[in-house]
């Protein structure tokens, strides 16, 4: 049988309309990748539950004018999924079963998608390496030794779509959990404007910093999933009503590079093939600029994410105790029993989080820590929205290097003086709520490398257009590592 799975959504919608390809086939070649992958991206598989939804399918017409009908997805486990385990990878939560579906589980069914599969995940979507769930590593599909990580927190989304089991994967976005990961494995990683996809249903990490976000394989794939899952949600109240607008042409773009965090970048391969997209970027009629944000600020960004996100994270998941959710822990009192279960049920990276989160949270730390981090957070955004004021996006390599290898995986000096920017600077597009994507730039020793465009609030169509043109100078699109 045909690959189909490997294409772009509108050309299996194509096969779909011509006959070529049912529902039911692409289930069975889906589960057929799944069964020989080796890189570990799923903690549940819709075997029996996608065939029968397949079959269904089979016995009406194809939706011409709906490109998702038929088409298997994947979707990242701290989606809650009605009658479907929902672990959000951590052992804690073994054996959870939603009673409700999240707003972009629903609407995906709704528009005749099939699920195929949960992913893994950084535990509770905390981290960023892809290896602190608790099935263990989940491996990048580029890397056929098994040794470099493919990031995360959505490591098995990218996985997934990266190695041509699905033609695009949800995932969410708290720092960089979609975009750096999309770096990492030649994908396009979109993280709209914070707001414009309804987050209900999805386990809350941090909630002024989450995102739905989805890997494709191309950029106009990537604008179709926005057309589906953007627009207000009545059960989630941050969830915004502005309308996706069409994007009127108002070239040349004004894009800027930011000085501290180009300068911090070390790898030549990857700094000379963005000084090539740069002077493409130019011929093209844009104007680019370099504008400096100090390099404290720079500095600051993942220091400042990291002391919000622990402290939101501390306080969402006190739920979490063996009693509502989970595994249970025979004990006298309820404070034994919630140690027993926290220590048993958490890994060490997510027990860190919460003591730092506890420890900035306290009364008589808050001030000095928490409060300051939120001041920090207001400079930060404030940089940010007036270099976006005259500038149509910022643009930069979404990594500072290739995939790294397991075991270099947890910065030994994220808070010193000399931690690296260019490796942590994407968490602004968090904290400032910008739309923001990555998409592949190149590649070194057979490992990809991306690059980033971040806009203004709610200015999606742009952005897509600019990273469109993006795609057509690299032609890098429709990558797949098999």
Same mark, same amino acid.
């Given at each position: 049988m045909m690959d189909y799975l490997s294409k772009s959504i509108y050309e299996i919608h194509k096969a779909l309309v011509n006959k070529e390809v049912t529902p039911l086939d692409l289930v069975k070649e889906a589960l057929e990748k799944i069964k020989n992958d080796t890189n570990n991206a799923f903690e549940y598989i819709y075997e029996?539950?996608?065939?029968?939804?397949?079959?269904? &399918?089979?016995?009406?017409?194809?939706?011409?004018?709906?490109? &998702?009908? @038929?088409? +298997?997805?994947?979707?990242? *486990?701290?989606?809650?999924? /009605?009658?479907? +385990?929902?672990?959000?990878?951590? /052992?804690?939560?073994?054996?959870? #079963?939603?009673?409700? *579906?999240?707003?972009?589980?629903?609407?995906?069914?709704?528009? /005749?998608?099939?699920?195929?599969?949960?992913?893994?995940?950084?535990?509770?979507?905390?981290?960023?390496?892809? !290896?602190?769930?608790? &099935? @263990?590593?989940?491996?990048?599909?580029?890397?056929e030794s098994?040794?470099?990580?493919?990031?995360?927190?959505?490591?098995?989304?990218?996985?997934?779509?990266?190695?041509?089991?699905? +033609?695009?994967?949800?995932?969410? *976005?708290?720092?960089? !959990?979609?975009?750096? +990961?999309?770096?990492?494995?030649?994908?396009? @990683?979109?993280?709209?404007?914070w707001g414009r996809i309804s987050r209900y249903g999805l386990f809350t990490f941090a909630a002024s910093l989450d995102t739905v976000a989805y890997f494709t394989r191309n950029v106009k794939d990537s604008a179709l999933l926005l057309s589906v899952l953007a627009g207000h949600d009545i059960k989630d109240t941050t969830s915004s009503s502005l309308p996706i607008e069409e994007y009127k042409e108002t070239k040349p773009y004004n894009v800027t590079i930011i000085k501290e965090i180009y300068d911090d970048?070390?790898?030549?391969?990857?700094?000379?093939?963005?000084?090539? %997209? #740069?002077?493409?970027?130019?011929?093209?009629?844009?104007?680019?600029? $370099?504008?400096?944000?100090?390099?404290?600020?720079?500095?600051?960004?993942?220091?400042?994410?990291?002391? #919000?996100?622990?402290?939101?994270? $501390?306080?969402?998941?006190?739920?979490?105790? @063996? #009693?509502? =959710?989970?595994?249970?822990?025979?004990a006298s009192t309820y404070e034994e029993m919630l140690f027993k279960v926290r220590t048993e049920g958490f890994s060490d990276r997510i027990?860190?989080?919460?003591?730092?989160?506890?420890?900035?949270? %306290?009364?008589?730390?808050?001030?000095?820590?928490?409060?300051?981090?939120?001041?920090?957070?207001r400079v930060i955004v404030d940089t940010f929205n007036k270099i976006l004021e005259s500038n149509d996006a910022i643009i930069l390599p979404a990594s500072p290097t290739i995939a790294p290898l397991f075991g270099d995986d947890v910065p030994k000096k994220s808070f010193a003086?000399?931690? $690296?920017?260019?490796?942590?600077?994407?968490? =602004?597009a968090n904290l400032g709520g910008y739309p923001s994507i990555t998409l592949p730039l190149g590649f070194e020793k057979g490992m990809p490398f991306g690059v980033n465009l971040t806009s203004h609030h709610f200015?999606?169509?742009?952005? %897509? /257009?600019?990273?469109?043109?993006?795609?057509?100078?690299?032609? %890098?699109?429709d990558l797949v590592k098999k």
């Open positions: 029996k539950e996608a065939i029968e939804i397949a079959k269904q &399918l089979e016995k009406e017409e194809v939706e011409v004018d709906n490109p &998702l009908w @038929g088409i +298997p997805f994947a979707i990242k *486990d701290n989606f809650s999924t /009605k009658g479907i +385990p929902t672990t959000g990878s951590s /052992k804690l939560l073994e054996g959870y #079963i939603p009673t409700f *579906d999240s707003e972009v589980y629903r609407r995906l069914l709704n528009k /005749k998608a099939i699920p195929i599969a949960k992913t893994t995940l950084d535990e509770l979507a905390m981290g960023g390496t892809g !290896s602190s769930g608790h &099935l @263990g590593k989940t491996y990048n599909p580029w890397d098994k040794t470099r990580m493919i990031g995360g927190s959505s490591c098995g989304s990218a996985a997934a779509c990266a190695s041509g089991i699905v +033609p695009y994967a949800i995932g969410s *976005d708290t720092g960089d !959990s979609v975009r750096k +990961p999309a770096s990492y494995s030649a994908l396009v @990683g979109f993280k709209p404007t970048l070390k790898d030549e391969t990857i700094k000379k093939t963005f000084d090539k %997209l #740069i002077k493409d970027l130019k011929e093209k009629g844009y104007k680019i600029n $370099t504008m400096s944000i100090g390099f404290d600020i720079a500095k600051a960004i993942y220091s400042c994410y990291y002391i #919000i996100s622990s402290a939101e994270s $501390t306080s969402n998941n006190a739920n979490l105790d @063996g #009693i509502k =959710f989970g595994v249970n822990k025979e027990r860190r989080r919460f003591v730092i989160g506890s420890i900035s949270l %306290l009364e008589e730390n808050q001030e000095e820590i928490y409060l300051r981090a939120l001041r920090c957070r003086k000399d931690a $690296t920017v260019s490796d942590n600077y994407l968490a =602004f200015t999606e169509s742009k952005l %897509l /257009k600019m990273a469109q043109e993006v795609e057509d100078i690299t032609g %890098l699109k």
